[in-house]
């Protein structure tokens, strides 16, 4: 008899929806498992709760504990907030990292971490809105495209790359940057993009808003995919990108440098500092920040070297389904032992 995991989650966070879904598809031949929303979900049993360790979280999980198997497949940005009892709970369940600097953070802070397992992506489903695809092909015909898909957050590194690619705009006549990410946040990108005044910019505006068929077309659509993030806990678009065999630029920092190779599978932007932010007293991000110029240099770099790029997308072809969820996920059914 297959061995049932409730998994557990908010969903309507679409990033830990989406991690979810893969998840129980990964895991869908070794047992049965049913996804919840945080507020529906009941003790008993095992329980792989997907989420950002914090003190809210852990506390969370406080009602679960004594009759529950719980494991913690969590992530974090920098130094999360916790507190005596949020440290109480963390002791007394399993906590799994996404990757090696989820798990330096949390341990930096005293946070137990029972081990690591990176994010995967189903490498095989590239479907992809035929339709929509179509549109975007005759809308941006002859230009070399630059895709970015991104919250409008702090940590999110917009500013830099709208200042980077003013610089790549100048030097291509034919590029274009498309910006899959919000209208509204942290970055006023209209007011940007007009003081820069860009010739080959899309701001999309729909972020949360398409199908994952029709944000696929972006990413089949792209020459190169830019991480412009100052910190993430893992940086998943880099496997969507992947799975289309398309390189990646990002710095040159923890988490983006354990899964991008540079000159392998992307570029590694120079780090330039290092600094700390604290997010609504929930987590101090740690901030990795580079150079606009060195952004733009590496840009450059791909876009006028199509050999280059090709050499990368062979290398990706080979590697990317080691990145798969069917191999790295089940490994999550080993902290429930």
């Given at each position: 008899m297959?061995?049932?995991?409730?998994?557990?989650?908010?969903?309507?966070?679409?990033?830990?929806?989406?991690?979810?879904?893969?998840?129980?598809?990964?895991?869908?031949?070794?047992?049965?498992?049913?996804?919840?929303?945080?507020?529906?979900?009941?003790?008993?049993?095992?329980?792989?709760?997907?989420?950002?360790?914090?003190?809210?979280?852990?506390?969370?999980?406080?009602?679960?504990?004594?009759?529950?198997?719980?494991?913690?497949?969590?992530?974090?940005?920098?130094?999360?907030?916790?507190d005596e009892a949020s440290l109480k709970v963390a002791k007394q369940i399993k906590i799994v990292a996404v990757s090696n600097f989820v798990k330096q953070m949390l341990e930096e802070i005293g946070v137990p971490v029972a081990g690591m397992v990176h994010h995967g992506l189903d490498m095989d489903d590239r479907r992809v809105d035929s339709q929509f695809y179509k549109v975007l092909k005759k809308k941006l015909k002859n230009k070399k495209i630059i895709f970015t898909a991104s919250a409008n957050h702090s940590r999110k590194g917009l500013d830099n790359l709208l200042c980077g690619y003013h610089l790549v705009e100048q030097e291509i006549k034919n590029t274009y940057l498309i910006l899959h990410s919000e209208p509204t946040g942290y970055y006023n990108m209209s007011k940007m993009a007009k003081d820069l005044k860009f010739k080959h910019l899309w701001l999309t505006n729909l972020f949360g808003k398409l199908s994952p068929s029709q944000l696929n077309a972006f990413y089949k659509l792209c020459n190169v995919y830019v991480q412009p993030s100052y910190s993430e806990g893992f940086g998943l678009p880099t496997l969507e990108a992947f799975r289309f065999n398309k390189p990646v630029i990002a710095v040159d920092a923890p988490p983006f440098n354990e899964v991008i190779k540079h000159g392998k599978s992307g570029i590694l932007v120079p780090l330039s500092k290092t600094t700390w932010s604290n997010?609504?007293?929930?987590?101090?991000?740690?901030?990795?920040?580079?150079?606009?110029?060195?952004?733009?240099?590496?840009?450059?770099?791909?876009?006028?070297?199509?050999?280059?790029?090709?050499?990368?997308?062979?290398?990706?072809?080979?590697?990317?389904?080691?990145?798969?969820?069917?191999?790295?996920?089940?490994?999550?059914?080993?902290?429930?032992?």
């Open positions: 297959k061995v049932r995991v409730k998994i557990v989650t908010k969903i309507d966070w679409p990033s830990f929806m989406n991690v979810a879904i893969q998840v129980r598809k990964a895991l869908s031949g070794y047992c049965n498992c049913t996804i919840y929303d945080r507020t529906n979900a009941k003790p008993g049993g095992n329980i792989l709760f997907i989420g950002t360790v914090f003190h809210q979280t852990l506390n969370f999980l406080n009602k679960f504990l004594g009759r529950s198997n719980i494991v913690f497949y969590g992530t974090t940005e920098g130094h999360s907030f916790v997010y609504a007293n929930l987590v101090l991000f740690k901030m990795h920040t580079y150079r606009a110029e060195d952004l733009a240099h590496a840009i450059l770099g791909l876009m006028t070297n199509q050999q280059q790029v090709t050499k990368m997308q062979e290398n990706i072809q080979k590697e990317k389904h080691n990145w798969s969820i069917h191999k790295l996920y089940p490994k999550l059914l080993d902290y429930f032992t």
